[in-house]
């Protein structure tokens, strides 16, 4: 539907939509995937989602890693956009670390406490309770930076993988921060923000979630008019009602969290150099020798792509370095309608590719699929089975011939990442220009 005279099928559907809005409260389905508690601590819950129906599961296990502020429904945000959903749905062993509520008496709490603690307990507990299989992290925003220096401060935790979404590193480069970094370091620590996190002890959910708003207030203003001119399309509207309440159910910072990054990360973007103080060490990304896959968001205000490329440069020592544009914003890169077909089609190949050497999950769900599809034709043939077999074109051969970096094309949901080749090796990425 759109602002021209909308055609009988759009009006009837747009008034089927509205009528099931006011009627049943909304359009999304929003139940969880059920879970079970294997793990708690302070600020640490680790949950295994259990699989549906006839699904097995089997390989080795995906953590999914919350940032700080969001709620752990980023990668269960709805049926037919959580990323959970598809995880399990293929047999992947699937676990999610989330934090709870972040409350006054957590104010003294730093970084530490997550890369010293909250991840790595965490990833042990995934292992032993998959069998004592190394762990695919994947860690959206904020928790791709936590996995990261936990990754790079632990290399004997058991890490099959790191993939990283939307997670900047360069903060310089995040135009909503640009204009007011001079600002930033004129009160040397002393500042109004400063005594008035240590005051709260941290940053009020309201605040977070007046922040996040302000991140995306285009969209905002715009979605009167987007809600009209697509009444018409169920998924659509329904992915409207999951990202509300989404953002209405943002976390507190705790107050010394909040403070490190606000001193470290923002002020002083100690993360472009490739460094981060932690408790009484430096860390260093350098360090991480496990392979990792980064994605960024085409339109993402948030984490751009600027912000979130540099940080293949820094990854000296990882196996693999593999550097991703995908269509979508801070959060619709993770899980919006768009990721089904490209972000997660992605991973489940990353995540293939670095699995353990018996059959991946994925990989078997699908010769599974392919095997009661033959069973059925079989069932059916006839003698034109043995002619059409030999009709069969020959598979495809992949490659594995390193490409020069194209430079970059405009976003297009309709294809996987925004670049022609859709693979750049961390030698490409750092042959990329900006």
């Avoid at 032993?128 to 860690?139: E, F, I, N």
């Avoid at 401060?153 to 903060?171: E, F, K």
């Avoid at 992949?398 to 996987?416: C, L, N, V």
Wanted: net charge positive; aromatic share 6%.
């Amino acid at each position: 539907m759109d602002l021209l005279p909308p055609k009988p099928d759009q009006l009837v559907a747009a008034a089927g939509n509205v009528a099931h809005k006011v009627l049943y409260g909304g359009l999304a389905d929003l139940r969880p995937m059920p879970r079970t508690l294997i793990d708690d601590g302070e600020l640490r819950e680790v949950y295994h989602y259990r699989p549906a129906g006839t699904v097995h599961e089997s390989g080795d296990p995906v953590l999914l890693v919350t940032p700080l502020a969001a709620p752990a429904i980023c990668y269960d945000l709805r049926r037919g956009c959580s990323l959970v959903e598809h995880f399990v749905a293929l047999g992947r062993r699937t676990y999610l670390v989330e934090y709870g509520q972040v409350s006054f008496r957590n104010r003294n709490l730093g970084m530490e406490h997550w890369v010293d603690e909250v991840l790595p307990t965490a990833i042990r507990e995934v292992s032993a309770h998959a069998g004592g299989r190394p762990v695919h992290v994947v860690g959206w925003s904020l928790g791709g930076i936590f996995t990261m220096l936990t990754a790079a401060d632990r290399p004997d935790l058991p890490i099959a993988s790191l993939t990283v979404v939307g997670s900047p590193v360069d903060v310089k480069k995040v135009p909503l921060v640009a204009p007011v970094r001079p600002l930033l370091n004129l009160s040397a620590g002393r500042g109004l923000l400063t005594r008035g996190y240590r005051a709260l002890g941290g940053i009020p959910q309201p605040l977070v979630n007046w922040a996040f708003t302000a991140a995306s207030v285009q969209k905002v203003v715009t979605k009167p008019v987007a809600v009209l001119t697509h009444l018409d399309d169920t998924d659509y509207l329904a992915q409207l009602e999951a990202v509300d309440r989404f953002m209405d159910n943002m976390i507190a910072y705790p107050g010394r969290t909040f403070g490190q990054l606000y001193h470290r990360f923002v002020k002083g973007n100690s993360l472009a150099a490739g460094a981060m103080e932690i408790g009484d060490r430096t860390i260093e990304l350098s360090a991480i020798t496990a392979p990792v896959l980064v994605f960024a968001g085409a339109t993402d205000g948030i984490a751009p792509v600027g912000a979130v490329r540099p940080v293949i440069d820094l990854l000296t020592h990882a196996r693999e370095a593999r550097f991703e544009i995908v269509p979508g914003g801070h959060l619709g890169m993770l899980t919006g309608r768009a990721a089904r077909g490209s972000t997660w089609r992605v991973m489940d190949e990353w995540i293939e590719q670095w699995s353990s050497p018996d059959a991946p999950p994925a990989r078997a769900a699908r010769k599974k699929a392919s095997a009661k599809k033959a069973s059925a034709k079989k069932a059916t043939a006839t003698k034109a089975t043995a002619t059409k077999a030999a009709k069969k074109p020959p598979a495809v051969r992949k490659t594995t011939t390193r490409r020069p970096a194209p430079k970059e094309a405009s976003p297009s949901a309709d294809t996987i990442g925004s670049n022609p080749t859709r693979r750049y090796g961390s030698g490409g990425s750092r042959a990329l220009g900006g």
